[in-house]
């Protein structure tokens, strides 16, 4: 027998709690689900033992799953917490009416499973998300637009995709945010059309940063190690590379290596020229080349 949709109960977390794993969606969606009356289970043994007796496969979705990982800057208490936690996922994942699906920012496994060793044994697959491309953005915002009654891409210009294209770089989360702020903008205007202006403004509001004019220790000291490491690679090399060259010589992921190029080309450390349909980043400025080339 073939199973139903009702057969499956999806619980989303959100985003981890430092302090217990059994979030208010958790129990909100068990209450409602099951009829528990005696008030929210507290502690993991509880929610187990409720789990276990459960006839229908639980779907658990953890987002923003990097959240659980321990950092070197926190204190004790917040380490000790957080892998618990981890363990914690690892006796849900042990259910055999538990399915858990961790997302999170690139690379996260890796220093999540050096937390806790066996998680990672129970690892059936891995997914990675790959930015869009620019046909892949425009058919995202044509869907939203025709799900909402309209057709087509209007009121967007075809030069206005691309604009959102250029500052996203296909990210989609980012890709909806901004086209959320400038529908909002074009619908207080007087405008027929939204152009690539009027992306082009809103992209830098909503974007703007303070530009840094001069490299001191502090601002280096600030940047986090993978942004100092693609600095590293950009300053050393001859020619401009694209995110998935910066990636490979980083050792990060494209995704990753993306939204650094990103974010150090918008605070003015770096430039970029588009050639085809990719960026090409450089860094253009005698400064950094001094301090990295001689690191």
Not at 228 to 244: F, G, I
Request: glycine share 6%; hydrophobic share 40%.
């Amino acid at each position: 027998m073939s199973e139903r949709p009702d057969d499956y109960l999806p619980i989303l977390v959100s985003e981890p709690p430092v302090t217990s794993l059994v979030s208010e969606s958790i129990v909100t969606e068990l209450r409602k689900s099951f009829g528990i009356t005696q008030g929210p289970p507290t502690i993991i043994d509880e929610l187990v033992s409720i789990l276990r007796d459960v006839n229908r496969r639980i779907v658990l979705l953890i987002d923003e799953a990097q959240l659980l990982i321990a950092r070197e800057s926190e204190n004790f208490v917040v380490k000790e917490k957080k892998r618990r936690n981890v363990q914690w996922v690892r006796v849900l994942v042990d259910l055999s009416n538990v399915v858990v699906f961790l997302a999170g920012l690139p690379d996260f496994s890796k220093s999540l499973f050096q937390m806790f060793i066996p998680l990672e044994d129970r690892v059936t697959r891995k997914l990675r998300l790959e930015p869009l491309n620019l046909a892949e953005t425009s058919n995202v915002i044509r869907k939203r637009i025709e799900y909402f009654g309209g057709t087509g891409i209007k009121p967007f210009q075809e030069d206005a995709i691309k604009e959102i294209f250029s500052h996203t770089q296909g990210y989609p989360r980012a890709v909806i945010k901004l086209c959320g702020k400038v529908v909002e903008a074009f619908l207080n205007s007087e405008a027929a059309e939204i152009t690539k202006e009027l992306v082009n403004e809103i992209a830098i509001e909503e974007g703007r940063v303070e530009i840094v004019e001069m490299i001191t220790d502090d601002i280096i000291k600030a940047l986090t190690p993978a942004q100092n490491e693609v600095l590293r690679v950009l300053a050393n090399s001859s020619e401009m590379q694209k995110p998935d060259e910066v990636a490979k010589r980083a050792n990060l992921t494209t995704g990753g290596s993306g939204n650094i190029l990103r974010d150090l080309h918008e605070q003015g450390f770096i430039k970029r020229e588009l050639r085809g349909r990719a960026y090409y980043y450089y860094v253009a400025r005698e400064d950094l080349k001094r301090i990295y080339l001689r690191g």
